[in-house]
């Protein structure tokens, strides 16, 4: 059952003054211009963490928004090749035309990958809501047999997700980042139950590695960082076969934890105008990103107050 506090969050984000909004953004987002993303990324590679850039924004209206972000990455994938960054790029099909046309957005993705590819950068295929995610795998495997520098994204909650990993190894397409996912589906869709989730987040993730797939392991959760430590072990995977990832801003003891500990650790980074209509909407989504927020913000006020009184 949700709780309370889960409940207001839901129903007063909208209402929420802007500012507000912006002092919780800061911390979980790289800024609104490249410029500004870009001095993030630079900070994160100096502290051995790669990075993956995700210009904010989604569901465009007109075809000259999806070439407009398009536009966008490509000075993105410019950057991270003039500067040498360890980074690569992750991009939402929706902004690229989906739902406006299918074939726009697979002109527009290929055109993309393959300035990727030229320029020696990975992209990512983020993975959406559940209307989307027969056409986003159908357009992956699409992309995936002309290039190596693609992969896409699964959903741990999803119930249909380890059919999915296994199609996908099929077709000989398996990198993969693996998180829990965020969307409110229904029961029917996705799994309600938080741990059932995670067992099926280890489930999926141990048929991965078993598969010689490569995976980003998504996750803030220890138990499931433990976990797939543990399967790595097991299955004896390399280092350079996976990697862990996490949201920039969040649990950052936990990923200096997992670097020190000797693994690869990439650092998912937002950045754009949209800034706050993805805020908004994800606080909405999930309230245990709002508690978690909250609380770090109360923390930070009483370590000022104690500061000052010293």
């Not at 040498?84 to 055109?111: E, H, W, Y």
């Not at 029917?188 to 280890?202: H, K, P, S």
């Not at 998504?218 to 976990?227: C, G, I, P, Y």
């Amino acid at each position: 059952m949700p709780s309370l506090f889960d409940y207001l969050i839901k129903h007063t984000m909208p209402l929420a003054p802007k500012a507000l909004v912006k002092q919780i953004a800061r911390r979980y987002v790289a800024g609104e211009s490249v410029e500004e993303m870009l001095a993030v990324v630079r900070r994160l590679n100096d502290q051995g963490m790669m990075c993956t850039i995700d210009l904010l924004g989604e569901f465009v209206h007109t075809e000259a928004e999806a070439r407009a972000a398009a536009k966008e990455y490509e000075t993105i994938l410019e950057a991270i090749h003039r500067e040498k960054m360890d980074a690569g790029v992750s991009v939402k099909l929706t902004q690229m035309g989906l739902l406006l046309d299918k074939d726009l957005c697979v002109d527009i993705m290929r055109d993309l990958i393959f300035k990727a590819k030229e320029l020696g950068v990975f992209v990512r295929i983020d993975m959406e809501d559940s209307g989307c995610t027969s056409d986003t795998i159908e357009i992956y495997l699409k992309l995936r047999r002309v290039f190596e520098n693609v992969g896409i994204v699964l959903q741990a909650y999803l119930r249909r997700t380890l059919g999915d990993t296994r199609d996908i190894l099929a077709a000989n397409a398996g990198n993969y980042r693996l998180c829990k996912g965020i969307y409110v589906e229904p029961r029917d869709i996705a799994f309600q139950d938080g741990e059932i989730t995670n067992r099926n987040f280890i489930l999926v993730l141990k048929h991965m590695m078993k598969n010689n797939a490569y995976v980003g392991i998504a996750t803030h959760d220890e138990r499931l960082v433990w976990e797939a430590q543990r399967l790595i072990d097991q299955h004896k995977v390399k280092r350079e076969d996976y990697e862990f990832q996490m949201l920039l801003g969040v649990d950052e003891e936990l990923r200096d934890i997992i670097l020190a500990s000797g693994h690869r650790l990439r650092v998912y980074v937002p950045y754009g105008a949209q800034w706050y209509a993805y805020c908004v909407r994800r606080l909405k989504e999930n309230p245990k990103i709002a508690r978690y927020v909250i609380q770090h913000l109360w923390r930070s006020l009483v370590d000022r107050v104690a500061n000052r009184r010293q």
